[in-house]
């Protein structure tokens, strides 16, 4: 799924991300194709910065996420966030580095005063996943699945995940189809259609009444704010326990190792 070909208003690059904005449209596109877009570090840090500044611009009312070349996102980089699982000197360090980084990234999402679109180009794993509902509307080619394999890696769900859908418990891979039918995704379309009539709405809804969206969401967000902050906490202290735990990294191992032969 490409993004927009109209001119930009502005253009900002951070490793593995491309932010740009068109008319009243922030978009950011993940950009580490050959990793299927996993998230690492300094991705994290370039999407917290880059919704920094679409919260204070007057030239950004909605924000869209999507992916570049054939997935959205694989989830997190765990090689980059927490070290070789192999290298045990460094794991720990690099997991609570890790944690904190996405603690700090599902915080931000929620605290998000404008409206943000999640563009599913295609598949989605892990917090690529569990990040969706925290979006206001996730639109989706008909290409994407979504996969939260938390428990096949030890780990536990993120992203607060274990509030907003705990369908994802036993990790069982889900179709944009039947992900719409339960309500994580707002609207499927045909892969041949997909880009013209996603982005064609999203600049549509970026032309709406910019205070009005502001005031919208945070009705809407206020009503549980305060839980999904507690929510986020627990499962990164969670996290934190389980991914110390020699049956987290046995389970990572066999996933890296299974992983690397296909």
Aim: charged share 20%; glycine share 6%.
């Amino acid at each position: 799924m490409s993004t927009p070909n109209q001119e930009n208003e502005s253009v900002d690059q951070y490793p593995g991300l491309n932010v740009k904005i068109e008319d009243k449209l922030m978009i950011l596109q993940l950009n580490a194709p050959k990793r299927k877009n996993a998230l690492t570090s300094s991705m994290y840090a370039g999407i917290t910065s880059a919704l920094q500044e679409a919260e204070k611009s007057p030239h950004v009312s909605i924000v869209a996420i999507t992916g570049t070349g054939d997935f959205y996102s694989s989830g997190n980089d765990f090689g980059a966030l927490l070290g070789k699982v192999s290298d045990l000197s460094s794991t720990e360090a690099d997991a609570q580095k890790g944690l904190t980084m996405v603690q700090n990234f599902v915080d931000t999402l929620i605290d998000f005063p404008k409206p943000i679109i999640a563009v599913l180009n295609g598949p989605a794993v892990g917090i690529a996943v569990t990040t969706l509902a925290l979006m206001d509307a996730v639109y989706a080619s008909e290409k994407a699945w979504l996969h939260t394999p938390f428990t096949q890696l030890g780990l536990c769900p993120e992203g607060c995940s274990s509030l907003t859908f705990p369908l994802l418990l036993f990790g069982q891979k889900m179709t944009a189809v039947d992900a719409e039918k339960i309500g994580l995704i707002t609207k499927v379309y045909p892969a041949a259609e997909a880009d013209t009539i996603i982005w064609s709405k999203l600049k549509e809804i970026s032309q709406l009444p910019p205070k009005s969206l502001i005031c919208g969401k945070q009705l809407c967000r206020d009503i549980d704010r305060e839980l999904l902050h507690k929510v986020n906490a627990a499962e990164c202290a969670k996290l934190a326990a389980c991914q110390n735990s020699e049956e987290t990294m046995e389970a990572m191992f066999r996933w890296f190792t299974r992983r690397s032969k296909l």
